[in-house]
């Protein structure tokens, strides 16, 4: 079983089995000297992501409407994990909803390192309350002004 694993697991400190990979940009997300001490001693290979699965996910997460969401470290480990999924049992530990939420529709098991896994997969939008409009993304509506709320697709 590989595990690819976001700053959570570190931080928490969960122990589990197997092997764990991360992403030199979890290593660098990781300040504090306990988190640093965990991630050293669970024996942890850091690997980078390879560009074809960086675009994959970026792809989906466009299509997910989770880009805005996702930083580059969680792009980053998503494209790993797909990469291991292709070929090996594969789970991605993360806590973080707008991840779990992509790699799922990715074909990527999923697995929190403390808090509850999402329960539903959920699609997004944007939604200007002044003129009622529907917008793929954005801050601020195009037509009149009014900023967008992100709200979950129907």
């Known amino acids: 079983m590989i595990h690819i694993a976001d700053s ?10 197997g ?4 992403v030199p940009s979890v290593v660098d997300e990781i300040r504090d000297e306990m ?23 970026t792809t989906k997460a466009r299509a997910t409407r989770d880009s805005e969401e996702l930083s580059k470290t969680d792009i980053d ?4 994990a797909l990469e291991y999924t292709r070929n ?16 799922i529709q990715l074909g990527i098991k999923v697995m929190p390192a403390g808090q509850k896994k999402i ?28 900023p967008l709320k992100k709200m979950r697709m129907k």
């Open 77 to 80: 480990l998503l494209a790993k």
């Open 119 to 146: 329960k539903d997969v959920l699609l997004w939008e944007k939604f200007c309350i002044g003129c009622k409009r529907r917008f793929p993304q954005g801050d601020d509506c195009p037509v009149c002004g009014t």
């Open 88 to 103: 090996e049992d594969t789970i991605l530990i993360t806590d973080d909803y707008a991840v779990q939420n992509t790699a």
């Open 19 to 22: 092997n764990i990979i991360t």
């Open 35 to 57: 988190s640093r001490t965990i991630l050293e001693l669970m024996n942890v290979r850091i690997e980078p992501p390879l560009q074809i699965f960086i675009r994959e996910v």
């Open 8 to 17: 959570s697991l570190f931080i928490i400190g969960k122990r589990i089995e």
